[in-house]
């Protein structure tokens, strides 16, 4: 059975740090371009990073870059996102999805296939 699965989201305080990881199971994920997203109440989903399959080569959203940090550890069969510097306008459930590539539209969600059920990420004082 194919499943992917987000863990690591939480509450913390303006300007602290969160590692979320996606793990997966039934398949290897070193296979796979990987996205992460996030949708925040009320708005739509978007994306916030995107690493290749091939070569690990990422994509960021303007609104994260300097700040996240996706990678990738085959040998766990996880996808990481590091969260720096975070801010209230993060707070949002995160998800992570598998993709071919990360394309020019890595940021579409019709870009992607299975979905994990998201982790709540909670940026407040």
């Known amino acids: 059975q194919v499943q992917i699965v987000e863990s690591g989201g939480g509450l913390v305080q303006p300007g602290g740090s969160l590692r979320l990881s996606c793990a997966a199971s039934?398949?290897?994920?070193?296979?796979?371009?990987i996205g992460w997203f996030r949708q925040a109440p009320g708005k739509e989903r978007e994306g916030v990073s995107c690493?290749?399959?091939?070569?690990?080569?990422?994509n960021y959203a303007d609104s994260v870059k300097g700040r996240f940090t996706i990678s990738r550890d085959n040998a766990k069969n996880t996808v990481y996102l590091q969260m720096n510097s975070l801010k209230p306008e993060d707070t949002a459930v995160y998800y992570c999805?598998?993709?071919?590539?990360?394309?020019?539209?890595?940021?579409?969600?019709?870009?992607?296939?299975?979905w994990g059920q998201g982790t709540q990420v909670t940026v407040s004082s």
């Open positions: 999805a598998t993709a071919g590539i990360c394309g020019t539209t890595w940021y579409r969600e019709y870009e992607y296939d299975y």
């Open positions: 690493i290749t399959s091939s070569d690990d080569s990422t």
């Open positions: 039934g398949f290897t994920l070193h296979y796979y371009a």
